[in-house]
């Protein structure tokens, strides 16, 4: 059984996605996760706290996913892969809260001060640290060509927001693109480019 607090983000991702995060009304989201609307906001502030939430959770479910590949294992290529994969099975895995968080977020991560772009802010430290360590160790065994270390990090990130954003938010009928096959596509591309 869910907890009322899961209950609250599962009503409000399902509304924010369907009316948009300015089209919903905290009482919607009290009636659709049947929870009076004194209990959603002793759980949450406002409807940002919310989003905070759900991404707070995406993030660190991430950096789990991360944390669990074994460098010590696999060279630098595969460490590389492994992240890259274990990235795109989270946004599948948990597709309707990205998109929601790309889509309904971006004002609030533009704030300099806001709780949200610090934690994004920490992940992305933490996920371009870690990118450039598989990088370098691959360079060392021989699995990765020669490159710049830290560009190329910031690049597949670039790169995997990018096919995420397409995916997830413009929903385009491109013809002769199977858009199942994007992920692997994407995955396969920045793989060659550092392939030694």
């Known amino acids: 059984m869910k907890s009322k607090q899961e209950r609250i983000i599962d009503a409000a991702i399902d509304l924010f996605a369907e009316r948009g995060f300015a089209g919903t009304t905290t009482a919607q989201i009290a009636n659709r996760s049947q929870v009076a609307q004194g209990t959603l906001f002793y759980h949450f502030k406002n409807k940002q706290g919310i989003l905070y939430e759900v991404l707070r959770q995406i993030l660190?479910?991430?950096?789990?996913?991360?944390?669990?590949?074994?460098?010590?294992?696999?060279n630098g290529y595969a460490c590389v892969e492994a992240l890259l994969r274990n990235e795109m099975l989270i946004v599948q895995q948990h597709s309707k809260k990205v998109m929601v968080l790309i889509r309904?977020?971006?004002?609030?991560?533009?704030?300099?001060?806001?709780?949200?772009?610090?934690l994004i802010k920490a992940f992305l430290e933490f996920k371009i640290e870690l990118l450039s360590s598989f990088l370098r160790k691959g360079i060392d065994d021989g699995s990765i060509r020669e490159l710049a270390v830290e560009e190329t990090a910031w690049f597949l990130d670039a790169?995997?927001?990018?096919?995420?954003?397409?995916?997830?938010?413009?929903?385009?009928?491109?013809?002769?693109?199977?858009?199942?096959k994007l992920n692997e596509n994407a995955i396969n591309l920045c793989l060659t480019a550092i392939k030694a």
């Open 159 to 180: 790169a995997f927001y990018g096919v995420m954003h397409t995916r997830l938010i413009k929903h385009m009928d491109i013809p002769r693109l199977d858009i199942t």
């Open 60 to 74: 660190e479910t991430t950096s789990s996913s991360y944390r669990s590949i074994k460098p010590q294992q696999l």
């Open 104 to 118: 309904d977020m971006s004002d609030e991560i533009h704030h300099n001060n806001s709780p949200s772009r610090q």
